[in-house]
């Protein structure tokens, strides 16, 4: 019985993974602990964490897997910068700086870090790890794999088959012409954080016009059938500079890039609109093209685009594929899990557990939890004012205040293993009520206005509310809101542009109704996570609606929180109205002033 730690770290949104005989035990990304947000650091953390989970030491671990290929990345670097000379020097001398002292030296960096493990550290390719991450988890015995992303060491985009235990990628796209460089240098150009603000574009995108779209079409990217393309880097600059574009693109799209945090344009909701539709038709494609190519009814995704939800959801209305399954932690965090399983099934041989219902994810819980005992002891020891209840009443209570338009925090089980905060992390609200987007947004995630929010639904009553007949548990897939519960516009509504549309209600749930009449969908089912369930099963029994606002339970810039103490940080710093944590009923006109002097600190450290 092989026990297999998977990490991914040093780029983007470092993680941990443990695997023992072929079951993920638990995973975690290491922002959620060092409360950093996108922490690319060595996951020493989440490693501790997932260690714990599963009762082990470093000792008890037999292969240590890395999620990519230091080297084989080394080499593209050095390729890029020498394609590019004498442009880019700065850049290069930077980045040679930290490869010579650390990344060349992966290796011996892990075990530094791991003192006391004595097995084996092996190495996977990026998009490898991906694809691993999407087809083994996958509840498909066979099925076409697509990855998309930035880059890895040379691919930016792959598709191959997996079967069994076995999963061979069959073609690639290579730097510098990647899908999602290009969707990142329209984040950067619309004024949003690049790797982080690329969620901003898609929530921006349906206030706008695609009016851009031929023009990038025409002259950044040169699209074949297959949905294989060219970047005319004449436009960027990501290739030798400190910023994703350069005056060519200022000129061809009519001025400089948006200033951060400067107020948005109709020029930004165009382009948003514009690179969404472009990245729908390239995603289209090499979707019809790898189902041509492998004849396959089924489809796994991977990689930061999959978790372009826009996309996903065309992609199952209109392409070719049967069924579709997206790894809830598509970006580089995923990278740890598919790692873990690739040595597990790949070098070692072993078989896949067929699964009998569902996927392999477990509903993405895999993180930390906390018993009531816990719980209690870190909120008296901050003084705060707590409720105990039983678990009816603690279900009777939320689903009033809830129906009462308060806003809660939901902190129960164990934290979810990707982006999405999925009903174990989560912040709740009221969806009939038409001011709740904008309360959320302002008083509560302190971000931008226009930034919809999304509607977990139980999965019996999915048809009574959403244009969507499959589910959806990890918030990968959008659809429409089905149109006996939307709203006319008038003819006068009809007219507005831009952010005028936003307080315009869409449907008798306005707070998760985007201003195009879809929503982000999380379908959820009693047996992964009951208690969840139970609370919309009484919502639903007190309004007759089974839907609730669900965001992720922290503020921006800050990660998802992890621990009790992070809970209740967030709730006194905002303007919730009620935390709900554990069997704990908490509200905020009680609490005593927080005192917060830095010494909460995460209790997973490596010994």
């Not at 990344?103 to 075990?111: G, P, Q, V, Y």
């Not at 069959?170 to 150009?189: K, N, Q, R, V």
């Not at 990689?303 to 372009?308: E, H, K």
Request: glycine share 8%; hydrophobic share 40%; net charge negative.
């Amino acid at each position: 019985m092989a026990t297999i730690l998977g990490i991914s770290a040093f780029y983007h949104d470092a993680a941990a993974c443990l695997v023992r005989d072929g079951e993920i035990v638990a995973a975690a990304q290491e922002e959620r602990f060092s409360r950093k947000r996108h922490d690319a650091g060595f996951p020493a953390h989440a490693v501790a964490y997932c260690l714990a989970q599963a009762r082990l030491t470093l000792r008890d671990v037999d292969y240590v897997g890395f999620y990519d290929k230091p080297l084989l990345k080394f080499e593209r670097l050095l390729e890029q910068y020498l394609g590019v000379a004498p442009r880019g020097v700065a850049q290069f001398v930077a980045a040679m700086n930290v490869w010579l002292r650390d990344k060349l030296f992966t290796r011996k960096l892990i075990l530094r870090e791991l003192d006391g493990f004595a097995g084996e550290v092996l190495f996977t390719e990026h998009h490898e790890s991906h694809a691993a991450s999407a087809f083994y988890p996958s509840p498909f015995a066979q099925a076409a794999v697509l990855t998309m992303d930035g880059v890895g060491e040379w691919a930016t985009s792959s598709w191959g088959v997996g079967r069994g235990n076995e999963l061979e990628l069959l073609a690639e796209l290579h730097y510098p012409h990647s899908l999602g460089m290009l969707y990142s240098a329209f984040t950067y150009y619309t004024g949003f954080k690049v790797n982080s603000g690329e969620y901003k574009v898609m929530g921006l995108a349906p206030y706008g016009q695609p009016r851009y779209a031929d023009v990038i079409l025409d002259r950044l990217v040169e699209l074949r059938e297959d949905g294989s393309f060219k970047l005319d880097m004449e436009y960027f600059n990501f290739l030798h500079g400190l910023t994703m574009t350069n005056g060519a693109f200022d000129e061809l799209f009519g001025g400089p890039p948006r200033k951060p945090e400067s107020p948005l344009t109709q020029r930004e909701m165009d382009l948003a609109a514009s690179i969404q539709q472009v990245t729908e038709e390239i995603v289209l494609r090499m979707a019809r093209h790898v189902h041509r190519e492998t004849g396959l009814p089924n489809l796994c995704l991977a990689g930061g685009v999959a978790l372009n939800c826009v996309a996903n959801g065309r992609l199952l209305r209109e392409g070719p594929f049967e069924r579709i399954w997206v790894q809830p932690a598509a970006g580089d965090a995923g990278g740890a899990l598919g790692v873990a399983l690739a040595v597990h099934h790949r070098v070692l041989g072993e078989p896949r557990r067929a699964q009998s219902e569902g996927d392999g994810m477990q509903g993405s819980y895999l993180g930390p939890e906390f018993d009531d005992d816990a719980i209690e002891t870190a909120l008296r020891a901050v003084g705060a004012v707590i409720e105990r209840l039983p678990r009816e009443a603690l279900l009777d209570r939320t689903a009033r205040l809830l129906a009462e338009e308060r806003v809660v925090g939901w902190f129960q089980g164990r934290m979810e293993f990707g982006p999405r905060a999925l009903g174990a992390r989560s912040i709740l609200g009221d969806p009939r009520s038409p001011r709740m987007q904008s309360v959320l947004n302002l008083k509560i995630k302190y971000r931008e206005s226009f930034r919809p929010f999304a509607p977990s639904v139980l999965r019996e009553r999915l048809h009574e509310w959403f244009e969507l007949d499959v589910d959806s548990p990890y918030m990968l897939l959008v659809a429409p809101v089905r149109e006996s519960k939307r709203i006319t516009m008038t003819s006068e509504q009809q007219r507005l542009f831009g952010i005028e549309k936003l307080n315009v209600p869409r449907s008798t749930i306005p707070a998760v109704t985007h201003v195009d009449y879809s929503a982000r969908i999380q379908t959820v089912h009693p047996d992964t996570h009951p208690l969840y369930h139970a609370l919309l099963e009484r919502f639903d029994a007190l309004t007759g609606c089974p839907v609730l606002v669900n965001t992720s339970f922290n503020v921006r810039g800050e990660p998802i929180v992890c621990t009790p103490e992070d809970a209740y940080r967030c709730f006194m710093r905002t303007e919730m109205d009620h935390l709900v944590i554990g069997s704990f009923v908490l509200d905020k006109a009680k609490q005593p002033a927080l005192v917060d002097d830095g010494s909460w600190k995460t209790q997973y450290e490596l010994d």
